[in-house]
């Protein structure tokens, strides 16, 4: 499935970022989805978690693989991230990996963060999206 991006239509992830932001919700702050599935109110399939992180898989994947990693202590976008994030950053990298090992990806994955309205992010909490289990394309966008 490849996604299209039509000028004036907002449909699909671009439309749902362009909603978010014009709603506000880039500077975080607010509940999100994920907050929801850290805290157990919406169900997930979980694929991993410590204290610092989740694992789960996408509910719309793009590839035979697609699982997020998210941190536990909210972060708005990757552009908020200051030096106190260093470790914390890290850590989501190594999860990320292992998890990827765990689901089969020796072969290779795409690791994706999205940032703001242009970079497509409808979500405002930080988070990998981990892409694998078939030849990825290039470029990605």
């Known amino acids: 499935?490849?996604?299209?991006?039509?000028?004036?239509?907002?449909?699909?992830?671009?439309?749902?970022?362009?909603?978010?932001?014009?709603?506000?919700?880039?500077?975080?702050?607010?509940?999100?989805?994920?907050?929801k599935i850290i805290d157990r109110?919406?169900?997930?399939?979980?694929?991993?978690?410590?204290?610092k992180c989740l694992v789960f898989?996408?509910?719309?994947?793009q590839?035979?693989?697609h699982f997020l990693v998210i941190p536990k202590h909210p972060i708005p976008r990757i552009s908020c991230v200051g030096p106190q994030d260093t470790e914390l950053l890290?850590?989501?990298?190594v999860v990320?990996?292992?998890?990827?090992?765990?689901?089969?990806?020796?072969?290779?994955?795409?690791?994706v963060i999205n940032d703001g309205k242009h970079g497509a992010?409808?979500?405002?909490h930080l988070h990998l999206h981990v892409l694998g289990g078939r030849q990825m394309g290039w470029p990605p966008g």
């Open 41 to 51: 109110s919406i169900p997930a399939t979980i694929l991993y978690e410590d204290d």
């Open 96 to 111: 990320a990996a292992r998890t990827a090992q765990a689901e089969g990806l020796a072969d290779g994955y795409r690791l």
């Open 1 to 35: 499935q490849r996604w299209v991006s039509v000028p004036g239509r907002q449909d699909g992830e671009v439309g749902k970022a362009q909603q978010a932001a014009a709603a506000g919700k880039e500077a975080g702050g607010q509940p999100t989805i994920f907050s």
């Open 121 to 124: 992010q409808s979500v405002y």
């Open 90 to 93: 890290g850590h989501l990298m």
């Open 57 to 61: 898989r996408d509910v719309a994947p």
């Open 63 to 65: 590839a035979p693989v």
